[in-house]
């Protein structure tokens, strides 16, 4: 047995069958994962939240502003976690 429930199988096989445009980048996957860890050691409830608005609940609680996907050409925000893939990544796919 490799530890996972037959809903996390299910869930991972209809994934699977989604069609490619329904499905998420590799790199937004890691993005929700990373959000989804933080917002855990934070204790922040992540119920009704999209991932934008998850990431900005994280940028508020690490003492940063709450702007995640809205930056344009330029960040002064040079603390924040979610600085890298801001700019491209967020404002493309959240």
């Known amino acids: 047995m490799t530890g996972k429930t037959a809903k996390e199988t299910a869930v991972k096989a209809q994934a699977a069958k989604a069609p490619a445009s329904k499905r998420e980048a590799p790199g937004i ?3 929700r994962n990373e959000a989804i860890k933080k917002a855990k050691a934070f204790n ?3 119920e009704r939240l999209t991932l934008s608005d998850l990431i900005k609940t ?3 609680t690490e003492g ?3 702007c995640f996907g ?4 330029y960040c002064d925000q040079n ?3 979610w600085r890298a893939v801001c700019f491209t990544t967020a404002s493309q796919h959240l």
């Open 29 to 31: 996957a890691r993005i």
């Open 44 to 46: 922040i409830p992540m």
């Open 58 to 60: 994280v940028q508020l």
């Open 64 to 66: 940063n502003f709450d």
């Open 70 to 73: 809205s930056a344009t050409a």
């Open 79 to 81: 603390a924040c976690s």
